[in-house]
T-cell receptor, first 113, second 116 residues
Framework: AQSVTQPDIHITVSEGASLELRCNYSYGATPYLFWYVQSPGQGLQLLLK??????LVQGIKGFEAEFKRSQSSFNLRKPSVHWSDAAEYFC???????????FGTGTRLKVLA | NAGVTQTPKFQVLKTGQSMTLQCAQDMNHEYMSWYRQDPGMGLRLIHY???????DQGEVPNGYNVSRSTTEDFPLRLLSAAPSQTSVYFC???????????????FGDGTRLSIL
């Protein structure tokens, strides 16, 4: 069965520092991969997605993610974090040919001024 | 564009009461879904629909009903509320082209539901 693991429940970084949020998935075929961000009291907003092709994908707000098939990972990165990036981040997997998505449990990011 | 609209934003119920959470989208999306979000558990799929008149169960369907009479609307009904259904509920929609899970989802702002 497909699954998504986000090993870090909370991450704290200083403003201006680099960021990497981890996501590991379990799926037999090439998955559809997504990162979403959730600000307090809001719904989820799509940051970026990977379907095929170039394994480094660019998203909104300066985020990027790299698909590594050998490690079953799709980590989210940002070179320099801004205070407004404080939010909860969710990785999700879509199983091809189905209607179903599996979400990770989320990583809450705190940014120190 | 309004996108996905959920009402109400907050609700408090007593155990045993019933209610309907409303969800409407104005993007003509075929796929709509309901999730519940609980601390430490991410989002779990309750029910989904791939078009008017077609619904199916997700991961945690017990205690919830859905129907899809129009493309725009996908209400979620709690038949007899239980404290275990205290959660934040999100409705989402996406375009459908064959394998729907390749499409990103558009989320509403959620309904925060407390069952006493």
């Amino acid at each position: 069965a497909q699954s998504v693991t986000q090993p870090d429940i909370h991450i704290t970084v200083s403003e201006g520092a680099s960021l990497e949020l981890r996501c590991n998935y379990s799926y037999g075929a090439t998955p559809y991969l997504f990162w979403y961000v959730q600000s307090p009291g809001q719904g989820l907003q799509l940051l970026l997605k990977y379907f095929s092709g170039d394994t480094l994908v660019q998203g909104i707000k300066g985020f990027e993610a790299e698909f590594k098939r050998s490690q079953s990972s799709f980590n989210l990165r940002k070179p320099s974090v801004h205070w407004s990036d404080a939010a909860e981040y969710f990785c999700a997997v879509g199983a091809s040919g189905t209607y179903k998505y599996i979400f990770g449990t989320g990583t809450r990011l705190k940014v120190l001024a | 564009n309004a996108g996905v609209t959920q009402t109400p934003k907050f609700q408090v119920l007593k155990t045993g009461q019933s209610m309907t959470l409303q969800c409407a989208q104005d993007m003509n999306h075929e796929y709509m879904s309901w999730y519940r979000q609980d601390p430490g558990m991410g989002l779990r799929l309750i029910h989904y629909s791939v078009g008017a008149g077609i619904t199916d169960q997700g991961e945690v369907p017990n205690g919830y009903n859905v129907s899809r009479s129009t493309t725009e609307d996908f209400p979620l009904r709690l038949l007899s509320a239980a404290p275990s259904q205290t959660s934040v509920y999100f409705c989402a929609s996406s375009q459908g082209q064959g394998g729907y899970s390749n499409q990103p989802q558009h989320f509403g702002d959620g309904t925060r539901l407390s069952i006493l």
